[in-house]
Nanobody, 126 residues
Framework: VQLVESGGGLVQAGGSLRLSCAAS????????IGWFRQAPGREREGVSR????????EYADSVKGRFTISTDNAKNTAYLQMNSLKPEDTAVYYC????????????????????WGQGTQVTVSS
């Protein structure tokens, strides 16, 4: 199992970025993919997750209406489209995969995931 994030960068407040999470060793549409972020001095937090096999998605309150999660089965890749970015969105963003079909209430908790990418830095300037 391997996850590789890309798409991070420096953007001004109000701008947009699209993060990608290329997966190998499993099918993204058969499992849950989660996006998480960690800002300096803060704990890693759940941002969004998608479980295409049952059609469910979930967003943290802080990103609802601004971020959109999706998958592309042909590319075996998950995406996080981030619009209306704010300085407080600055963090290292990670994708993770749940291969064990955990209970839904656990799927935005970083502690629930075993398989992680290396992370990609997102910096939003004011």
């Amino acid at each position: 199992v391997q996850l590789v994030e890309s798409g991070g960068g420096l953007v001004q407040a109000g701008g947009s970025l699209r993060l990608s999470c290329a997966a190998s060793g499993f099918n993204v549409d058969d499992h849950t993919i989660g996006w998480f972020r960690q800002a300096p001095g803060r704990e890693r937090e759940g941002v969004s997750r998608i479980s295409t096999y049952d059609g469910s998605v979930e967003y943290a309150d802080s990103v609802k209406g601004r971020f959109t999660i999706s998958t592309d089965n042909a590319k075996n890749t998950a995406y996080l489209q981030m619009n209306s970015l704010k300085p407080e969105d600055t963090a290292v963003y990670y994708c993770a995969a749940d291969l064990h079909y955990l209970e839904r209430y656990r799927l935005l908790s970083p502690d629930s995931y075993e398989n992680w990418g290396q992370g990609t830095q997102v910096t939003v300037s004011s």
